[in-house]
């Protein structure tokens, strides 16, 4: 079992920046393909970004990249994501999520393939 806390929410003005923080409980944090997702109401929640185990992968989705940074402490077993110059459209629920890999490192996009969730936290661009 891993359960998940999200931090560093806020509010920002437009091409402001933030990092998100997503820190993990439970064994082997490291073995675990990490995600960030966002979801704004009445719509599906869609990926943001992934991190491989071994951090030797990343995935970004084509919204964020080039403006959004993920990275993973497995020592301190927490996971970032830095965003840069945010906009209005980037207001969502930010959510971490934690998959348990077997095999060879990989990144994953499906938010189904995601065996666990954090809570959530807000972030509020304003134009």
């Known amino acids: 079992q891993v359960q998940l806390v999200e931090s560093g929410g806020g509010l920002v003005q437009a091409g402001g920046s933030l990092r998100l923080s997503c820190e993990a409980s439970g064994r082997s944090f490291s073995s675990y393909t990490m995600g960030w997702f966002r979801q704004t109401p009445g719509k599906e929640r869609e990926f943001v970004s992934s991190?491989?185990?071994?951090?030797?992968?990343?995935d970004y989705a084509d919204s964020v990249k080039g403006r959004f940074t993920i990275s993973r402490d497995n020592a301190k077993n927490t996971v970032y994501l830095e965003m840069n110059s945010l906009k209005p459209e980037d207001t969502a629920v930010y959510y971490c999520?934690?998959?348990?890999?077997?095999?060879?490192?990989?990144?994953?996009?499906?938010?189904?393939?995601?065996?666990?969730w954090g809570q959530g936290t807000q972030v509020t661009v304003s134009s």
């Open positions: 999520a934690a998959d348990w890999i077997v095999g060879g490192p990989r990144t994953m996009r499906n938010r189904y393939d995601y065996d666990y």
């Open positions: 991190i491989s185990w071994n951090v030797g992968f990343t």
